[in-house]
T-cell receptor, first 112, second 116 residues
Framework: QQQVKQSPQSLIVQKGGISIINCAYENTAFDYFPWYQQFPGKGPALLIAIRPDVSEKKEGRFTISFNKSAKQFSLHIMDSQPGDSATYFCAASTDAGNMLTFGGGTRLMVKP | NAGVMQNPRHLVRRRGQEARLRCSPMKGHSHVYWYRQLPEEGLKFMVYLQKENIIDESGMPKERFSAEFPKEGPSILRIQQVVRGDSAAYFC??????????????FGNGTRLTVT
């Protein structure tokens, strides 16, 4: 009930391409869905977050798409750059919950 | 404005020793969370504390692990009698108040524990 499943585990994209990472959740009480970016040796950093009252949120090259009926959400990185190479984690929670539940992570490599 | 500070960055312990991991939250933040990350895996929730109180420890192993967040000083995650399976990166996060959307989690850079 608390799981968040993330795919793919790894992704290779050419510079300028679109990177797409998908997550699915089971708990219908979840109402907060952030994405975190983690570089090697560093802690996760919040990238973008969405609540289920909207189906899409865009910040610069990063867009979250949210499908409430399918209990899925995805991260799209437009015009992917080598500097975007990192591990990306989706997460979910109730907004007033005690914890974020994280997906297993996607290692993104953007080739020049 | 300093972020979440964790120390040490790297910690090596022999089996059976104790490990103490420290976390100073961002200035003004009174909510602290500890997560564990095993190699090539996601982050697993361990415990949520608010000054002097443990709010949720549902992710903490029942034995050998404890956490505190005293009125003064950093939050401490303590692992007694470490075993090789405790080797992982331990991340601390803090938030200003409850409600993730308006008060998101800010993570430190972690402590990498190696048990030999």
């Amino acid at each position: 009930q608390q799981q968040v499943k993330q795919s793919p585990q790894s992704l290779i994209v050419q510079k300028g391409g679109i990177s797409i990472i998908n997550c699915a959740y089971e708990n219908t009480a979840f109402d907060y869905f952030p994405w975190y970016q983690q570089f090697p040796g560093k802690g996760p950093a919040l990238l973008i977050a969405i609540r289920p009252d909207v189906s899409e949120k865009k910040e610069g090259r990063f867009t979250i798409s949210f499908n409430k009926s399918a209990k899925q959400f995805s991260l799209h990185i437009m015009d992917s750059q080598p500097g975007d190479s990192a591990t990306y984690f989706c997460a979910a929670s109730t907004d007033a919950g005690n914890m974020l539940t994280f997906g297993g992570g996607t290692r993104l490599m953007v080739k020049p | 404005n300093a972020g979440v500070m964790q120390n040490p960055r790297h910690l090596v312990r022999r089996r059976g020793q104790e490990a103490r991991l420290r976390c100073s939250p961002m200035k003004g933040h009174s909510h602290v969370y500890w997560y564990r990350q095993l190699p090539e895996e996601g982050l697993k929730f361990m415990v949520y504390l608010q000054k002097e109180n443990i709010i949720d420890e549902s992710g903490m192993p029942k034995e050998r692990f404890s956490a505190e967040f005293p009125k003064e000083g950093p939050s401490i995650l303590r692992i007694q009698q470490v075993v090789r399976g405790d080797s992982a990166a331990y991340f601390c996060a803090s938030s200003l108040y409850r409600g993730f959307y308006n008060s998101p989690l800010h993570f430190g850079n972690g402590t990498r524990l190696t048990v030999t």
